[in-house]
């Protein structure tokens, strides 16, 4: 089934600890993001890539970077992880960055407690 | 700054109509979405609006006015399954998009 798979599921963690993110795309998407959803709080862009090869900062990038080696993947790394990195984190794709109709296509989420 | 304004909870009943809305002030105005949010689940897409007017699409239909900042999805017939977080989000000038804290949508029977 085409779409996006995140991995793990659900982490608790350490703080301080180094933790990676992992997502997989197999639609052949330009574009990839990163968000945070926080109970209040509207989704929250961390990092994005535009295409493979290219990345850039959202609205919260501090503690958090990604690389995108390929098309398919788009991993996010906590480099030391703190407690208000807590939250469920969604990775998301699209065919193109900037156009119209860009619908985002969202994996179903990684929860995040870091103690 | 950029802010999108939605209504954090509303309740409604099963068959019955709701609207949700939507207001927002963006650095320019590239379009704007409504996506659907089951609770633990991922948000999906809905619709897409970036001409003032009436889209509609089953028992769904999602309005823009872009003169008032103002947007409105309409939920018809209202089933159980539709108890979910609607999420209103808009493209500005620099196609980023601007996600408004969702509305909770509780369905009654």
């Known amino acids: 089934i085409a779409g996006i798979t995140q991995a793990p599921t659900s982490q608790i963690l350490a703080a301080g600890r180094r933790m990676t993110l992992r997502c997989t795309q197999d639609m052949r998407h330009n574009a990839m993001y990163w968000y945070r959803q926080d109970l209040g709080l509207g989704l929250r862009l961390i990092h994005y890539s535009n295409t493979a090869g290219t990345t850039g900062k959202g609205e919260v990038p501090d503690g958090y970077s990604v690389s995108r080696a390929n098309t398919d993947d788009f991993p996010l790394t906590l480099a030391s992880a703190v407690p208000s990195q807590t939250s469920v984190y969604f990775c998301a794709s699209s065919r193109a960055a900037s156009s119209g109709a860009n619908v985002l296509t969202f994996g179903a989420g990684s929860r995040l407690t870091v103690l | 700054g950029q802010n999108i304004d939605q209504p954090t909870e509303m309740t409604a009943t099963e068959g019955a109509i709701v609207q949700i809305n939507c207001t927002y002030q963006t650095s320019g105005f590239n379009g704007l979405f409504w996506y659907q949010q089951h609770a633990g689940e991922a948000p999906t897409f809905l619709s897409y609006?970036?001409l003032d007017g009436l889209e509609e699409k089953g028992r769904f239909s999602s309005f823009l006015s872009r003169s008032k900042g103002y947007s409105y999805l309409l939920l018809k017939e209202l089933q159980m399954k539709d108890s979910a977080s609607y999420l209103c989000?808009?493209?500005?000038?620099?196609?980023?998009?601007?996600w408004g804290a969702g509305t909770k949508l509780i369905i009654k029977p």
């Open positions: 989000a808009v493209f500005d000038s620099n196609y980023q998009l601007i």
């Open positions: 609006n970036v």
